[in-house]
């Protein structure tokens, strides 16, 4: 009859035990679909969106932001849950070196790197001796170690790339 824990201010009843016959995760709201009115959701939006306003010219009607058509009928995520996402956000990277990791920071101003757009005009296409060469040596594939140079099979790819690019 007594609660838990050292000052015994827990929980005094234990824990009832469900059986969880269904394939849903565990957590899952099977209500949920049927609790959440989307029709609500987006005329709410969209209605918060717009301000109507009275002058001596009339009636003006304009939208406060440009995100008019960002308008979803998906349930808002809470923003106090976004951290604990499994695999939901990656902050963290890094180059790989012979030494480790050494961490790169993101140029200010820009959030993500699919903005920045690479100059392709000055690159040229490398002989496979060129690219073993600035490689070090090293290849992708385990026969190179051996001094096989997939000559032939590149060879072909390449063929197949002029056929298909005429």
């Not at 059986?19 to 099977?30: I, L």
């Amino acid at each position: 009859g007594q609660g838990l824990g050292r000052r015994e201010d827990g929980i005094a009843e234990a824990i009832r035990v469900k059986v969880k016959c269904d394939t849903a995760g565990v957590g899952h709201d099977a209500a949920e679909p049927f609790t959440f009115h989307w029709w609500d959701h987006v005329f709410n939006s969209a209605a918060a969106n717009i301000a109507v306003e009275a002058g001596q010219d009339g009636i003006s009607v304009k939208a406060l932001s440009e995100q008019g058509g960002r308008i979803s009928n998906k349930k808002p995520r809470k923003v106090g849950n976004s951290g604990s996402l499994l695999y939901g956000r990656f902050v963290k990277s890094a180059m790989l070196t012979a030494c480790g990791e050494e961490p790169v920071m993101p140029p200010d101003g820009s959030e993500s790197s699919e903005e920045e757009k690479l100059d392709l005009s000055s690159a040229r296409r490398l002989t496979d001796e060129e690219l073993v060469q600035a490689c070090g040596g090293r290849t992708a594939h385990k026969g190179a170690r051996h001094g096989l140079t997939m000559s032939a099979k590149l060879a072909r790819l390449e063929e197949q790339e002029r056929a298909f690019l005429a």
